[in-house]
């Protein structure tokens, strides 16, 4: 239990998180970088709080290597993830390549290799006993109910020997319309590259981040490692210099925390990048800009500090 994350630390173990209301199949634990950026610190040191908590690590005298192989691991995704963002940048429209906004660019991405809020999550998809998956009636369990990826870029190791992972892929690219679900069939020593909503917002659309899932399995349990590439917790993401934007800014921190709140709990509490869209009346962008004058980037962020604010 002392591993277990709580409602004002979303880092830890976890086998009760929720994905549209809905329990996911699947235990994990989540590692982010320490808020003082420093790994030698102890992990529970006061410098090392930020909106998402603090780490924890499981005893070294049960898991001796499991510290120093996942700091290590953490910081190589964390280079990959950067020198892919870079790309990313590098791929946009060509018009956009001037010299201001090539320093646009260089600004933004120093921004986010400095003060990214990243996360490794490592989860373990048991077994779904057909008993489980059908006796009901009600649609069988998923590992992860559909959903899109929060933040700018996840670094995924799949599971070579459970192929379980699906995107969503629409008829003529009709959203509207019921979708047809692809196997994600990993290739062998490589990752999975996602792009999340950050980047679709940043990128004004031009980026997408795909809707996915996660099915259940009776016969195979199944292993793999997000690495989630997110902002810095009081970046405003905004659509990068472009004429025509479709969204207003959207402060990761308060996109993090609500998503942290609706996976955490039952409050019903739901935030998609299309509350930011120029047309939405969403209630979130005034939410959002009390949040900013209410919480406190270096400190945990409590769902039940602020469940008025996000139930209003």
Not at 83 to 112: P, Q, V, W, Y
Not at 176 to 183: G, I, L
Request: charged residues 30%; proline residues 7%.
């Amino acid at each position: 239990q002392s591993l277990k994350r709580d409602e004002k630390n979303s880092r830890g173990f976890f086998d009760d998180e929720l994905t549209k209301q809905r329990r996911d199949w699947k235990e994990a634990i989540d590692i982010g970088v320490p808020g003082s950026r420093d790994w030698s610190i102890a992990d529970d040191d006061e410098a090392n709080e930020c909106l998402d908590g603090y780490n924890r690590f499981p005893d070294e005298n049960y898991a001796p290597q499991f510290r120093p192989t996942v700091v290590r691991y953490f910081e190589a995704c964390q280079s990959l993830s950067d020198r892919i963002a870079i790309l990313m940048g590098k791929g946009l429209r060509k018009e956009e390549n001037t010299e201001a906004g090539e320093s646009g660019k260089k600004e933004f991405f120093h921004d986010l290799r400095k003060n990214h809020t990243s996360y490794l999550r490592m989860n373990y998809y048991p077994l779904c006993p057909s008993s489980d998956r059908s006796s009901t009636g009600d649609p069988p369990p998923l590992g992860i109910s559909p959903h899109k990826d929060a933040g700018f870029l996840t670094v995924l190791v799949q599971d070579d020997d459970c192929h379980s992972l699906q995107v969503a892929r629409y008829p003529d690219g009709d959203e509207s319309a019921e979708p047809d679900w692809v196997t994600v069939h990993p290739v062998p020593g490589s990752f999975t590259i996602n792009t999340g909503d950050m980047a679709q917002i940043w990128s004004n659309g031009k980026y997408k981040a795909p809707l996915h899932r996660v099915l259940t399995n009776d016969t195979k349990v199944r292993y793999s490692a997000p690495f989630f590439y997110n902002p810095g917790y009081g970046s405003k993401i905004s659509p990068y210099r472009d004429p025509e934007p479709k969204y207003k800014p959207c402060v990761w921190g308060y996109f993090r925390a609500v998503r942290f709140a609706g996976d955490l709990t039952d409050l019903g509490v739901e935030i998609q990048i299309s509350d930011f869209e120029n047309d939405s009346d969403s209630t979130h962008l005034d939410k959002q800009a009390r949040f900013v004058l209410e919480a406190d980037f270096d400190s945990r962020f409590s769902v039940e500090r602020f469940r008025p604010l996000l139930k209003s």
